[in-house]
């Protein structure tokens, strides 16, 4: 990866980009992020359906693109399983962020091991300790960043652009290739490519996070339904990775995450 930086867009060439983009394929938008940004952009995937999708896109248009996930120390062992395999059959370099242990280890020591069930807060806390801070780490070596958000994903994902300027994360430009793409349309590319997929997701596990943090859904439930289900809010089913200010009114503090 290479520590020269690549300029920022401004806005008017973020909104101009995305206007372009409107109708274009995932591969056109990825295309362009690549002759841009080089080795100064990277997949951000949690290895999702559509994660694995842009996984083998990348890997047909640069052997070299970069992904980037984040291990929370708390994934199934599926989704373990499955790191496993798209690294044997890609050869991705999987560039893989962790939790600071002391963080970890102080927050578990004063709050529990399943702080999350207890309030909002301390879900926030853990995931600002588990995934929001190791993000940032991820971030400091990118321009530019590609996730697998999808607007019918849910509603806080509505109004997502293919090319847009990262609010949560100033200076950074977000790809979102999928943004216009349905759940059929990504099981398509998956199945027409015999992409490796979570084998949660045949077990009634549209949306796959932490182990302890989801759930299959029933028939007819929100695709996210499953994640937080003890959560009822639908507008705060967000980790804090895609949200300015992930830890906004959390009066909790561990190791400098959270506010007092
Ligand atoms: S999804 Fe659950 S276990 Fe994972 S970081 Fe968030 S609160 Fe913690």
Redesign the pocket.
């Known amino acids: 990866m290479s520590d020269l930086r690549v300029a920022a867009l401004s806005a008017a060439e973020a909104a101009e980009a995305n206007d372009r983009f409107a109708k274009s394929e995932p591969q056109e938008v990825l295309k362009w992020g690549l002759e841009r940004y080089g080795s100064r952009i990277a997949l951000s995937s949690a290895f999702g359906a559509e994660d694995v999708a842009l996984v083998d896109m990348l890997w047909r248009l640069d052997r070299k693109s970069r992904v980037f996930t984040l291990d ?1 120390l ?2 199934p062992t599926e989704t373990y399983q499955l790191m496993d395999l798209i690294k044997a059959r890609y050869g991705t370099n999987l560039e893989t962020y962790y ?1 600071n242990l002391d963080t970890v280890a102080a927050m578990v020591k004063e709050n529990g091991f ?3 069930y207890r309030a909002v807060d ?10 929001v801070e190791p993000v940032e780490r991820a971030l400091k070596t990118v321009d530019a960043w590609i996730t697998g958000l999808r607007r019918d994903q849910a509603t806080t994902r509505a109004n997502v652009g293919k090319v847009e300027l990262d609010e949560a994360h100033p200076g950074l430009v977000k790809l979102n290739p999928l943004a216009d793409w349905s759940s059929d349309q990504v099981w398509e590319y998956v199945r027409a490519y015999d992409i490796p997929y979570n084998e949660l997701h045949d077990k009634n596990y549209p949306s796959i ?6 759930r299959a859904v029933l028939a007819g439930e929100d695709p996210r339904a499953g ?2 289900w003890w959560e009822s809010d639908p507008n705060a089913k967000e ?2 990775l895609h949200v300015s200010d992930p830890l906004k009114d959390v009066h909790i503090t561990i190791g400098g995450i959270g506010k007092s």
């Open positions: 929370t708390r994934l939790p399943n702080l999350f301390f879900r926030k806390l853990c995931c600002g300790v588990r995934k996070g932490c182990g302890p943090c989801t994640r937080w980790c804090g």
